[in-house]
């Protein structure tokens, strides 16, 4: 199986900063990266799909890159709502595998 | 709009089995392919299965090998997951999912379900 890790596993931060989470897979999963936003209580929500392709309706200070094994989410600058915890997504290959999420909060 | 409505959580004992249901609207739904993802209490997310629109193509974790059965119903636009011998860790949020892409069975999970709580214990 493709194990996933991300790091920082949480962090503290302001309204107004910049966030950058990264994403690593065990074996080269090409772009078959996605991250998801859940906030408590709610189901996940799409962010970012295949490494780098903002979902519509996803406002534009999110952002992915990366390929391979290393992968990287940004939040450019932090908005209120924004605060949730981030997971990583593989689906390169069977079974689909997850980061463990980052919690952002204030 | 697309909405993905589960049901059929609730308590049951070790070794018990339980089936929950997802029905979809809002867009054709057998031309997509679904899933089930699970969260267990304070934890991540793990996906549990997967079916393509025709059924022709399923996909478990190993957790739910042998154990679980992921079937739909394309005229009634459900999906269900029928578990079996379930134990503690069986204990989550049981959330359905569409996959984005229209063709194959991989892909993002572009909408999610509210998800359906199952609680294992005597």
């Known amino acids: 199986d493709i194990q996933m890790t991300q790091s920082p596993s949480s962090l503290s931060a302001s309204v107004g900063d910049r966030v950058t989470i990264t994403c690593q897979a065990s074996?080269?999963?090409?772009?078959?990266l996605n991250w998801y936003q859940q906030k408590s209580g709610k189901a996940p929500k799409l962010l970012i799909f295949?490494?780098?392709s903002l979902e519509p309706g996803v406002p534009s200070r999110f952002s992915g890159s990366g390929s391979g094994t290393h992968f990287t989410f940004t939040i450019s600058s932090l908005q209120p709502e924004d605060f949730a915890t981030y997971y990583c997504?593989?689906?390169?290959?069977?079974?689909?595998?997850f980061g463990p999420g980052t919690k952002v909060d204030v | 709009d697309v909405q993905l409505v589960e049901s059929g959580g609730g308590l049951v004992k070790p070794g018990g089995s339980l089936r929950v249901s997802c029905v979809a609207s809002?867009?054709?739904?057998?031309?997509?392919?679904m899933t089930w993802v699970r969260q267990s209490p304070g934890k991540g997310l793990e996906w549990v299965a997967s079916?393509?629109?025709?059924?022709?193509?399923?996909y478990y974790a190993d957790s739910a090998k042998g154990r679980f059965t992921i079937s739909r119903d394309n005229a009634k636009n459900s999906m269900f997951l029928q578990m079996s011998s379930l134990r503690a860790e069986d204990t989550a949020i049981y959330f359905c999912?569409?996959?984005?892409?229209?063709?194959?069975?991989?892909?993002?999970?572009?909408?999610w379900g509210q998800g359906s709580l199952v609680t294992v214990s005597a």
């Open positions: 999912a569409r996959l984005a892409n229209v063709v194959v069975i991989s892909g993002p999970f572009d909408y």
């Open positions: 809002g867009f054709t739904f057998s031309s997509y392919s």
């Open positions: 079916i393509s629109g025709t059924s022709s193509s399923i």
């Open positions: 074996q080269d999963i090409r772009r078959y």
């Open positions: 295949d490494a780098s």
């Open positions: 997504q593989q689906y390169d290959a069977f079974p689909v595998t």
